[in-house]
């Protein structure tokens, strides 16, 4: 049986911007074929990274290679790659099929009759002559999502694709995305919720904190989610409440984000909550840890330890 070719390798990636990393010490391969998630909360360095992968951000550290060519010498690689960015990013002065045109020409085989049907496929035929400047946010979303496919990439990054996408073009996409992956294209789609792309993806990357927390696959994902059941509440000062519930309520503590992690039943959760109240501090939320992402990175989380600084 013969392997599959690496399509994407990336080794030591780190981006630095004015002393700030907004990714750091990132390593992955992605085969053809394949489709890996990205999940994370916001600013956890999903966009960062395939930002920096398409090149469209400077590598600071470390090197990405698509096809075995280092994009850094070889510029001409990045054309086998597409990226839909959420935000959608286009010149929004021109219209809907200009925009089209000037990435489809980067292609040598471009032709006028492949916009056309793929403008048909995403339903926006009769928006062609639009600037896009006039367009809705849903509407930008599936011509981003629209040029990604139209130009058959060996790699296709997909920031946040499922985002306010209704149910009919939900499938569509889905669709499209395991057509591409039997043609040998790889993907991988950033996402803040495991349960929005699991069933696509064979793989996924948890980042935190613009750093790769842990590489798993669906069968390991799964046997994590049914662990451990944490209670949180969310606050502003999430190591000072910490400190708090463990001096007070003798409960170990994980800091998740804003949001304080113990194993508590109902009854304690509430006094915890009443205990945070009364003095004078907001809790934005309290409940019970139920997505599969979060319990993943609870899972990952350590316990916090009061000699911790914030």
């Known amino acids: 049986m013969e392997e599959s070719k690496v399509v994407l390798e990336v080794k030591n990636l780190s981006v ?3 002393d700030r990393f907004l990714v750091k010490n990132i390593n992955l391969t992605i085969n053809e074929g394949e489709c890996v998630g990205v999940i994370g909360e916001k600013k956890s360095g999903k966009t960062s990274l395939i930002k920096a992968v398409s090149g469209t951000l ?5 090197q990405v290679f698509l096809l075995g060519k280092d994009i850094f010498f070889d510029k001409k690689i990045l054309t086998k790659v597409s990226t839909c960015f959420d935000p959608p990013v286009f010149f929004k002065y021109q219209s809907v099929y200009e925009n089209m045109k000037y990435v489809a020409m980067l292609n040598p085989n471009f032709k006028k009759e492949t916009i ?3 403008l048909k496929k995403f339903g926006l035929e009769k928006k062609a002559k639009t600037k896009v400047l006039f367009l809705s946010y849903f509407e930008r979303k599936l011509m981003s999502l629209a040029i990604g496919f139209m130009t058959k990439p060996k790699l296709l990054l997909l920031d946040e694709p499922f985002k306010s996408l209704p149910k009919q073009n939900l499938y569509q996409i889905k669709q499209l995305i395991n057509e591409v992956r039997k043609n040998g294209t790889a993907v991988i ?4 919720s495991l349960e929005e792309i699991e069933s696509e993806c064979n793989r996924f990357i948890f980042m935190e904190s613009r750093v790769i927390k842990n590489t798993m696959t669906k069968e390991e994902a799964d046997s994590i989610t049914g662990g451990t059941s944490f209670a949180y509440v969310k606050v502003k000062y999430p190591h000072y409440v910490g400190k708090l519930i463990m001096e007070n309520f003798f409960l170990k503590v994980k800091l998740l984000g804003q949001r304080v992690l113990f194993e508590a039943d109902e009854r304690t959760t509430a006094q915890i909550v009443r205990f945070i109240t009364k003095r004078n501090m907001a809790v934005y939320s309290a409940g019970y840890i139920n997505k599969k992402a979060d ?12 000699e911790d600084k914030a």
């Open 16 to 18: 630095l911007i004015k």
């Open 58 to 62: 400077p590598i600071s550290q470390g």
């Open 116 to 118: 056309l049907e793929t």
């Open 189 to 192: 789609i950033t996402s803040q």
């Open 295 to 306: 319990k993943i990175f609870a899972s990952l989380t350590p316990y916090f330890k009061q």
